[in-house]
């Protein structure tokens, strides 16, 4: 389709668009924004520069696209605005435009919602620029995500107990104790597991990817799972059975073992620790229910959408919006347009 789309920063996009062409348009932040630079170097390329790129393109402004300056003069079709502010704060693994790590469960709260209501107040001045130029009651708005996130590790640095080392290393012992022909190896991105390994698990912190690398029936995984379930730091196991059912490529994983909450299975050295850390990749709800929003032009006003959806139905939903069939995909058209009497 010939639609018209400009991306600010939302980086999936930024190799399907240009950095000339005002119909297909990637928009990076830009660092020379006097009111960017009054923020220091730290936070040019936060939330805040994304947005102040984003009010000029809605209000027919130049904006600055590497070392071009680009007027849009026709509102894009399709403008989608990406800050992962919340994300990086989430995950507290490091300073992260201007914000540094913090040491409690607390404080690490605390940073994700003052950054909230900093984009909130963000996107109140997006769509008071919308109002201005008069294109605000033409517009459809859908704010969401992709993921949640779960926290794990120690909530403070007083706290002790079991939430602070990884359960990899009990986990590894659990599978040698079902089968003691099992040597379970955490392997890296762009790695080979060593000669001896016989499960090879792959993840981040949380979610564990089990591959046996000998066969092994349904059946075994299953005795395996049972027998995992049992152990407190386990909270949910999915055998391949069942990830095949939910749709995961057949060769993805032999299993899935997600940690209980505040558990990780992170290859962290023996003796090493997590301290109020964040991560989604994890089976608990907190990873996996977000918030969203859709608003505007064409939408019921004043009603909470009750209904299961997927992160995948809003992007159905998006391009129902744009005119747009799209017969193949997996989704569904959410139930938020209003209707003629």
């Given amino acids: ?86 994300d990086a704060h989430g995950h507290n693994e490091s300073t992260n435009y201007g914000v540094p790590v913090v040491h ?15 984009i909130d107040e963000k996107l109140g001045e997006f769509i008071a620029a919308a109002k201005e130029v008069g294109v605000y009651d033409k517009m459809t708005f859908i704010l969401t995500t992709d993921h949640g996130m779960t926290s794990f590790g120690a909530l403070s640095n007083e706290e002790g107990g079991n939430y602070i080392p990884s359960k990899f290393g009990e986990l590894k012992y659990a599978l040698k104790q079902f089968d003691n022909s099992f040597e379970l190896e955490k392997v890296d991105a762009d790695k080979s597991p060593s000669s001896r390994t016989t499960v090879v698990g792959v993840g981040m912190n949380l979610n564990l990817q089990l591959t046996f690398l000998e066969d092994i029936s349904d059946e075994r995984l299953e005795e395996l799972k049972a027998l995992l379930l049992k152990e407190d730091y386990v909270g949910v196991v999915k055998t391949r059975k069942e990830l095949e059912e939910e749709g995961y490529w057949t060769y993805a994983a032999d299993m899935i073992v997600s940690p209980a909450s505040r558990y990780n299975f992170s290859s962290l050295a023996v003796g090493g620790s997590y301290l109020a850390r964040g991560q989604h990749d994890s089976y608990l709800d907190s990873s996996n229910h977000i918030y969203g929003m859709i608003w505007g032009n064409q939408i019921k006003k004043g009603v909470i959408y009750e209904q299961r959806a997927y992160c995948y139905d809003v992007g159905i939903t998006i391009a129902a919006i744009l005119g747009l069939d799209l017969p193949l995909a997996n989704g569904i058209v959410l139930d938020v347009f209003e209707r003629e009497e």
């Fill in 104 to 118: 409690s469960e607390a404080e690490r709260l605390d940073k994700m919602v003052t950054s909230l209501i900093e």
């Fill in 1 to 86: 389709a010939d639609l018209s789309i400009a991306s600010v920063s939302f980086y999936l996009a930024e190799s399907r668009l240009t950095s000339n062409d005002p119909r297909k348009l990637y928009i990076p932040p830009d660092t020379t924004n006097p009111k960017v630079v009054a923020r220091g170097t730290a936070k040019s390329t936060d939330y805040f520069s994304r947005f102040e790129q984003a009010i000029k393109l809605v209000k027919g402004e130049p904006i600055k696209v590497g070392s071009q300056t680009i007027v849009v003069e026709e509102l894009p079709k399709l403008i989608i605005i990406y800050a992962d502010d919340l």
